[in-house]
């Protein structure tokens, strides 16, 4: 699949491309995901040092980026079947 030949020829096919762009769908945002949720996550622990009430408007909130991610992985699945 990857490095056919180094010299002279195709370095990745088709499949290896498919392969490399659905790695790189769910990379991008894991990474993304990951920012959103240590932000989220910080300022939510704050507002509930401050006030215990908000602890579930603090979970759903620190939850929501996780949908970034079953995106990517749509994604990339969709990359994939194509």
Same mark, same amino acid.
């Given at each position: 699949?990857?490095?056919?030949?180094?010299?002279?020829?195709?370095?990745?096919? !088709?499949? +290896?491309?498919? #392969?490399?762009?659905?790695? =790189?769908?769910?990379?991008?945002?894991? @990474?993304?995901?990951?920012?959103?949720?240590?932000?989220?996550?910080?300022? !939510?622990? +704050?507002?509930? #040092?401050?006030?215990?009430? =908000?602890?579930?408007?603090?979970?759903? @909130?620190t939850?929501?980026?996780?949908?970034?991610?079953?995106?990517?992985?749509v994604?990339?699945?969709?990359?994939?079947?194509?």
């Amino acid at each position: 699949m990857v490095g056919e030949e180094l010299v002279g020829g195709p370095f990745l096919d !088709a499949d +290896g491309m498919k #392969a490399l762009g659905a790695a =790189l769908a769910i990379t991008v945002t894991g @990474l993304a995901s990951a920012w959103a949720e240590k932000e989220i996550g910080t300022a !939510a622990i +704050g507002a509930m #040092a401050e006030n215990e009430g =908000l602890f579930g408007k603090g979970l759903i @909130l620190t939850v929501i980026p996780e949908t970034i991610v079953i995106f990517g992985l749509v994604v990339a699945l969709l990359i994939n079947s194509a």
